[in-house]
């Protein structure tokens, strides 16, 4: 048993006696016997104690209870109720101050030991506890703090990321709209020289050659801005779904007369149509974007004399579309980068290509609130499934 310096707090002589001789025989120190509670708290004013044995019954104005709340709030001492009385009334009394302990007179000497170091160790424990707290709430406000201060550069690190997206984008659009006149330009040029070359020259075969290239050049590029174009407004949130009523029929045609005046391999389109209806409600320029980049690619991928298959169908209020191609396919390590900005597979050899095609594909997919799937196995094709709900 470890030696502890206890106040007494007992009106009672006699009572205060037998207890001051129990406690040293276990060798603890009195430090002093109060008769009252305002005695007590002068006493534990200039002293330390390490425990305090309470009466409820005090002379003076303030009892056991009342003087237990004070030290509780100034001393923080661990306090033992000694009381004759265990009646419901008191014990409600003695739990509101939360007690170390509480023994009823005449006390086991035993007992009374057993009792004092049972309070010791849960005073000691419950400091353990509340210092451990302490710790632990000065640390969440640390950590709230440095949350706080991390959360303000980002929020600033972000607002300026999209200062910059909004001049690069702006910055993009400006630059591709000038090219866009210039183009159109030299374009037509060549579409000039390709009528001239059509009369008897003796340069005619060499003329007709050159504005091909031209115009092949010229068409080859204006793609490509119009790509970029494209992503300038992803980046700037522009892209919107403007639904309109449209001729599916002349939609399809127009669609299959560009892809083939493009097409500079002998690839042809083999095209099924089923039980598609004469008008639908939907986006037309994002149909345009998913259905000519598809077809464009497998086209550009597939081999000479080989076949894409282009199947357009129609159920459920959703247009449902297939490209097959029996081309160079997609390594296996490389499809989950399929539809990433700039991505190009690297079986791809010298064929031509921004890796922007596929990108465009699922964005409009996206903003149409569609569905795409591929298979592909390399050397042996690729195949596109979308599902595009319309009205």
Same mark, same amino acid.
């Given at each position: ?24 025989? @276990? =060798? ?12 007590? %708290?002068?006493?534990?004013?200039? @002293? ?11 002379? &003076?104005?303030?009892? &056991? ?6 030290? @509780? ?7 033992? $109720? ?9 014990? /409600?009394?003695?739990?509101?101050? /939360?007690? +170390?302990?509480? *023994? ?10 057993? *009792?004092?170091? %049972? ?31 991390? /959360? ?9 990321? =999209? ?14 709209? &000038? ?16 009528? $001239? ?21 010229? =068409? ?44 500079? /391999?002998?690839?042809?389109?083999? !095209? ?15 149909? $345009? ?8 690619? +497998?086209?550009? $991928? ?26 160079? &396919? ?51 094709? !690729? ?9």
């Amino acid at each position: 048993m470890f030696s502890l310096k206890i106040l007494i707090v007992e009106d009672d002589p006699v009572s205060a006696l037998l207890l001051q001789r129990a406690l040293e025989k @276990n =060798r603890h120190e009195i430090l002093e016997i109060a008769d009252s509670g305002e005695k007590a %708290l002068d006493i534990l004013s200039e @002293n330390h104690a390490d425990i305090v044995m309470m009466d409820i019954n005090l002379a &003076g104005e303030l009892d &056991g209870i009342k003087t237990t709340e004070i030290i @509780n709030e100034i001393y923080g001492v661990p306090v033992v $109720y000694l009381s004759a009385s265990s009646d419901a009334e008191t014990l /409600n009394k003695v739990v509101g101050t /939360n007690p +170390s302990a509480y *023994v009823i007179k005449p006390f086991n000497i035993r007992e009374l030991n057993m *009792v004092i170091e %049972l309070a010791i160790y849960k005073d000691r424990k419950e400091k353990e506890l509340q210092k451990l707290n302490n710790e632990l709430e000065e640390k969440v406000k640390q950590r709230t703090e440095e949350l706080y201060n991390a /959360n303000k550069e980002l929020t600033k690190a972000l607002e300026k990321e =999209r200062e910059i997206n909004e001049l690069k984008s702006r910055i993009v659009l400006n630059v591709s709209h &000038g090219f866009k006149t210039p183009l159109t330009s030299i374009l037509s040029s060549a579409q000039l020289l390709q009528i $001239y070359s059509e009369k008897d020259h003796p340069m005619k075969q060499k003329i007709a050659k050159h504005a091909f290239k031209i115009e092949h050049s010229v =068409r080859a590029l204006n793609n490509l801005l119009t790509s970029v174009l494209f992503f300038g407004k992803a980046d700037a949130n522009k892209i919107e779904f403007r639904p309109k009523k449209m001729f599916l029929g002349a939609f399809v045609k127009e669609l299959l007369d560009t892809v083939n005046a493009g097409i500079e /391999n002998d690839v042809t389109i083999k !095209t099924e149509l089923v039980n598609l209806p004469k008008i639908i409600t939907s986006d037309s320029e994002l149909l $345009y974007q998913i259905f000519e980049n598809l077809l464009s690619n +497998s086209i550009k $991928y597939s081999k000479e004399g080989q076949e894409v298959i282009f199947k357009l169908e129609y159920a459920d209020n959703k247009l449902i579309g297939t490209v097959k191609d029996f081309g160079i &396919g997609i390594p296996e390590s490389e499809q989950s980068q399929l539809f990433d900005r700039f991505f190009r597979a690297k079986n791809v050899g010298v064929v031509d290509g921004s890796g922007l095609g596929l990108s465009i594909v699922k964005k409009c997919v996206d903003v149409l609130k569609g569905e795409i799937s591929f298979e592909s196995n390399s050397k042996k094709g !690729t195949t596109f499934r979308l599902v595009i709900p319309v009205n």
